[in-house]
């Protein structure tokens, strides 16, 4: 297994079932942002380190997860690179989430469950890490980063981390 230096957890705490959590990138003009998203992830928030199979770190994962992604019309350049990294069940693996720099831009992708439905309260987010090795998520990436949830292609929560909340070490 990998070292979890650098890598997050961003999550929002829903109050609304889902099968589908999307991040969404928000570029400013001017600046590139580049992401590692290692895995989409759900867990009971009361659950501690352990809950119903003994793993709180429980990824959307594997058969019956799907990777969706939007880099929009107005962001040709916007990238998801290795996106199937996502849900292949190693948690090492990541893609990168891209935008270029001189425009504004958004890219949103997410993990699908086409299996499972999860209950409200439970947060839903991702793993992630800074773009280059050794290195600390830059805050004007996590100021520009929204989670949402959605069911069955409707969404149903949205909350952006300009406040600071929602960010979890891995460990």
């Known amino acids: 297994t990998g070292s979890d230096q650098g890598k997050s957890y961003i999550y929002a705490q829903t109050n609304q079932a889902f099968d589908e ?11 590139i942002s580049t992401l590692r998203v290692y895995y989409a992830m759900t867990f009971d928030p009361n659950c501690g380190t ?14 019956g997860t799907a990777v969706t992604y939007n880099g929009g019309l107005v962001c040709a350049l916007c990238n ?31 993990v699908l469950d086409e299996q499972n439905i999860y209950p409200a309260t439970y947060r ?18 996590l100021n520009n ?10 969404l149903q929560e949205s909350q952006t981390f300009t406040s600071g909340g929602g960010l979890l070490s891995v460990s």
């Open 145 to 154: 980063l929204v989670v949402e949830t959605y069911l069955f292609g409707t």
């Open 21 to 31: 959590v999307r991040f969404t990138l928000n570029a400013a003009v001017g600046a």
């Open 80 to 110: 998801l690179v290795n996106g199937g990294n996502l849900v292949d069940a190693n948690k090492d693996n990541y893609a990168v989430a891209s935008t270029p720099a001189g425009v504004a831009a958004t890219l949103s992708a997410g």
């Open 50 to 63: 352990n809950e119903n199979n003994g793993v709180c770190d429980d990824a959307i994962q594997g058969a």
């Open 124 to 141: 839903a987010g991702f793993v992630i890490g800074p773009d280059q090795a050794n290195a600390l998520l830059d805050v004007n990436v």
